[in-house]
């Protein structure tokens, strides 16, 4: 079972139930967000880019293929062993608390893909986030954070549904707890245990995003609502995708 001395993030995501509960996420997805952002960016050959918790580091993988200079970052150990095995001159991947700074006026650009924003429990923690985000950008430099649309994922909110990942189920409640969107999930491991796992993510809005950035001294240039870089609406765009630059 889940310890409660430790952050609900750093349990699940350094489970190898994470990744199988959650593998429909392919790497076509990632190549085809990416080459939109390449497009819409327009980054200099040899900018340098930070991709915070970037996991296994797909985003990362995509973005140096372009020949940029990539840095992925995540707190899981798990994670960065497995993305190391594609590390090479122009890609490098860390250990690290996306909370803390990284290097200080380094980058060029920074992404925060799938909703990797929004753990913590208070509103101090997600302030010192922004803040590393920033400290690590050069002086206008860009910031791009994949977010989920609060309003649309209210509107489509399923309380509960299995899912059937190679041979296992998982059993998923979900639900709006506050200020927080909650997903439950339960299923039995391959030993034959009981396990429960919870991801909690503060359902913020664009204005929200706006006043804790403009706290770390970034300003919205930018937003779209899916990941063809379609305009944003609160309603019903399938995400939300915001632009800041330093």
């Known amino acids: 079972m889940q310890q409660e001395h430790v952050d609900w993030f750093e349990s699940w995501f350094g489970s190898p139930y994470y990744y199988m509960l959650y593998e429909h996420r392919d790497e076509i997805e990632a190549q085809a967000f990416a080459e939109q952002l390449v497009n819409y960016l327009q980054p200099l050959p040899g900018s340098s880019m930070l991709d915070i918790a970037c996991g296994e580091g797909r985003f990362s993988i995509q973005l ?14 798990a994670s960065i062993l497995k993305a190391k095995a594609s590390e090479h001159s122009r890609l490098h991947f860390y250990v690290h608390d996306m909370r803390m700074p990284f290097y200080i006026n380094y980058f060029d650009y920074a992404f925060n893909f799938f909703t990797s924003f929004g ?12 803040r590393a985000f920033a400290s690590g950008l ?58 429960h796992y919870v991801e909690r993510v503060a359902a913020f809005t664009l204005s929200d995003f706006i006043a804790m950035f403009r706290k770390a001294g970034l300003s919205l ?9 379609n305009s944003y609406n609160p309603l019903d765009s399938s995400r939300m995708i915001m632009v800041f630059k330093k």
């Open 64 to 77: 140096a293929d372009y020949g940029f200079d990539v840095t992925g970052i995540d707190l899981s150990y």
């Open 119 to 130: 753990y913590f429990a208070t509103d101090r923690d997600h302030l010192l986030a922004a």
């Open 138 to 195: 050069r002086k206008g430099g860009i910031l791009i954070i994949d977010y989920l649309n609060k309003e649309q994922v209210l509107a489509g909110l399923v309380p509960s549904d299995t899912v059937h990942r190679n041979g296992m189920e998982f059993r998923i409640r979900r639900r709006l707890e506050g200020h927080h969107f909650v997903k439950d999930i339960y299923f039995t491991d391959m030993d034959g245990r009981e396990r």
């Open 221 to 229: 240039i930018g937003t779209f609502g899916d990941y063809q870089l």
